[in-house]
């Protein structure tokens, strides 16, 4: 297994790191609010995060749907949040020419899993020098999931993550299939389960999207004790007025418990390999 760090987080290695934060970047206020709150909460858990929030969410359901306010606000904040609070933070990046932008800010560029095969958009990434983490579409197995690291691999990248975050089951509907986090973990990189995007129900509000997330805890808890090496989760303050993807997205008041829990079944998972 190839480990890495981002910043003082670790990826591989045999820890638990996660991907935490709003979907979208909505302010400067709500960003830097939402990054010191998650901050201090892994700070008193005793875990490492990277910041997680988009300057663009391109594919959403409708063209009235919130995408963000643009690349230059959106990566203006993500540097306040890392001058002011430290930590490292992802983002989206959906064409070619946003990548050398981004780069500049971000810490990991991330893929969306509808882009994964996008091989221009992999190898810039790639090239960019930054840690690159693509989500496995949800029309890929996993093992297919292999061309994409060697994709990556190709282009000169040398921190890579694969995120699993659901695939399609008939309409309106995603399964998680646990086989996939030993499988993408054979190809010798750190496995990030995205929970909370594994929960929503693609297009079931008709004009956006819709999600489960009482059931969060249970899949984050499922892929730990599986062995993932980071759990990647959305998490807002208040998500009935999250202008995307907010019935998917964990409330921030239920973030610091089960940050613990999954810290304490990773513990056991250890213990008894």
Not at 34 to 63: H, L, P, T, W
Not at 70 to 94: A, M, N, S, Y
Not at 128 to 155: C, H, M, T, Y
Not at 197 to 213: E, F, I, N, V, W
Request: net charge negative; with cysteine.
């Amino acid at each position: 297994m190839h480990s890495f760090q981002v910043g003082d987080v670790s990826f591989g290695g045999g820890g638990l790191s996660f991907i935490l934060g709003p979907c979208v970047v909505e302010s400067v206020h709500h960003a830097l609010f939402m990054a010191q709150e998650i901050n201090d909460i892994c700070k008193s858990v005793g875990v490492g995060f990277v910041y997680k929030s988009s300057f663009d969410k391109a594919n959403r359901s409708s063209i009235e749907s919130f995408r963000g306010e643009g690349i230059e606000f959106g990566l203006d904040v993500l540097r306040q949040v890392k001058e002011e609070l430290g930590v490292p933070v992802i983002t989206d990046i959906h064409e070619p020419w946003q990548v050398e932008k981004s780069a500049e800010v971000a810490d990991i560029l991330q893929i969306p899993a509808f882009l994964c095969r996008q091989t221009d958009l992999l190898v810039e990434a790639a090239r960019s020098g930054r840690a690159v983490n693509v989500k496995k579409g949800q029309f890929l197995a996993p093992w297919d999931a292999k061309n994409i690291v060697e994709k990556l691999e190709a282009a000169g990248c040398e921190k890579i993550l694969l995120t699993e975050r659901g695939a399609s089951f008939g309409y309106n509907n995603l399964v998680v299939d646990l086989r996939s986090f030993p499988i993408m973990r054979s190809f010798g990189v750190p496995v990030v389960f995205d929970v909370t995007h594994s929960l929503q129900l693609p297009g079931g509000l008709g004009k956006a999207t819709g999600g489960q997330a009482e059931y969060i805890e249970h899949f984050a808890r499922a892929g730990v004790a599986c062995g993932v090496d980071a759990v990647f989760m959305e998490v807002h303050n208040d998500p009935s007025v999250a202008p995307s993807d907010g019935p998917n997205q964990l409330p921030l008041e239920r973030l610091e418990h089960l940050l613990g829990k999954l810290k304490d079944i990773h513990r056991l998972v250890n213990d008894a390999d």
